[in-house]
């Protein structure tokens, strides 16, 4: 039984030559951009910003600290799983009158 069969809608990612289509043209515009990298005069202030593919690889080592630092994040913020429920469970007297 196809999804047509049941009325279903298709949607554009749910059809895998869609997503490899996608996915081409992403990996084709990194190509692209890596090698205009070598290419493009840049204005440079500094001086590793003349180093090819400097922030590529800024944005790469950006991306990766912050994911380290999230999960260090997770440790010191995460609440147990009943903490929003214990939260607003409120004393009343008829709860109080049930404990005894």
């Known amino acids: 039984m196809t999804s047509e069969n049941n009325d279903e809608k298709v949607y554009f990612f749910d059809k ?3 997503v490899r289509l996608i996915l081409r043209i992403f990996y084709s515009l990194c190509v692209l951009l890596l090698v205009l990298d070598f290419f493009v005069h ?3 202030y ?3 910003e003349s180093v090819p593919t400097f922030y590529a690889l800024y ?3 950006a991306c990766v600290v912050l994911v380290l630092i999230a999960k260090v994040m997770r ?3 995460m609440r147990d799983e009943d903490y929003f ?3 607003t469970q409120t004393k009343t007297p008829e709860n109080e009158e049930s404990e005894h």
Do not use: T
């Open 42 to 44: 840049r204005h440079i």
């Open 46 to 48: 500094v001086y590793f």
């Open 59 to 61: 944005g790469f080592i």
């Open 75 to 77: 440790k010191v913020l």
């Open 16 to 18: 895998p030559e869609n």
């Open 85 to 87: 429920s214990a939260a």
